[in-house]
T-cell receptor, first 114, second 114 residues
Framework: AQSVTQLGSHVSVSEGALVLLRCNYS??????LFWYVQYPNQGLQLLLK??????LVKGINGFEAEFKKSETSFHLTKPSAHMSDAAEYFC????????????FGRGTSLIVHP | DSGVTQTPKHLITATGQRVTLRCSPR?????VYWYQQSLDQGLQFLIQ???????AKGNILERFSAQQFPDLHSELNLSSLELGDSALYFC?????????????FGSGTQLSVL
């Protein structure tokens, strides 16, 4: 069964520092990959997605993610954290085993210190 | 605003009771998904409907049921409620439930079973 692993339930950075949120999936076939963000008291919203083509995907709010097939990873990065980036981030995977349903990781809470 | 409307936002009830959660998808979206979010289980897929028909089923308990009506709104019915059913229930919609489709999430219904 496909699975999604997000390393670190909490990541803490200083404002202006690099943000790196890790996501690995278990599959021998490249799936469709997504990052969603959840701000307090809100639903999830899409940051970016990878389907095919360029392995470096740019999303909203300055975030980007790189698909690395050899590492089965899709890590999310942002060069410079802003206070407004504090939120819960979810990696999701779909397209394996005939399933169209996105499977979500457990989420990583990003904490940004002034 | 995602365009997905969930009501009510909060629901407090007692064990053994039955509740109904309602979701109106984004205009034009045919597919509706229900997810349960809890601290110990993360975001778990429950069930998906497409244009009134059940398309996929996830970790949905037998005490839970759902349907999608001709006007495409959906309801999730939870019966014989237990303390462990306390969670945030999200509805999401997409255009046609395809593999690489973006999901639009509502703000969720926070269910508290006392």
């Amino acid at each position: 069964a496909q699975s999604v692993t997000q390393l670190g339930s909490h990541v803490s950075v200083s404002e202006g520092a690099l943000v790196l949120l890790r996501c690995n999936y278990s599959s021998s076939v490249p799936p469709y990959l997504f990052w969603y963000v959840q701000y307090p008291n809100q639903g999830l919203q899409l940051l970016l997605k990878y389907t095919t083509g360029a392995t470096l995907v740019k999303g909203i709010n300055g975030f980007e993610a790189e698909f690395k097939k050899s590492e089965t990873s899709f890590h999310l990065t942002k060069p410079s954290a802003h206070m407004s980036d504090a939120a819960e981030y979810f990696c999701a995977v779909s397209g394996l085993g005939g399933s169209y349903i996105p499977t979500f990781g457990r989420g990583t809470s990003l904490i940004v210190h002034p | 605003d995602s365009g997905v409307t969930q009501t009510p936002k909060h629901l407090i009830t007692a064990t053994g009771q039955r509740v109904t959660l309602r979701c109106s998808p984004r205009s034009g979206d045919l597919s509706v998904y229900w997810y349960q979010q809890s601290l110990d289980q993360g975001l778990q897929f429950l069930i998906q409907y497409y244009n009134g028909e059940e398309r996929a089923k996830g970790n949905i308990l037998e005490r839970f049921s759902a349907q999608q009506f001709p006007d495409l709104h959906s309801e999730l019915n939870l019966s014989s409620l237990e303390l462990g059913d306390s969670a945030l229930y999200f509805c999401a919609s997409s255009v046609d439930g395809g593999l690489n489709e973006k999901l639009f999430f509502g703000s969720g219904t926070q269910l508290s079973v006392l």
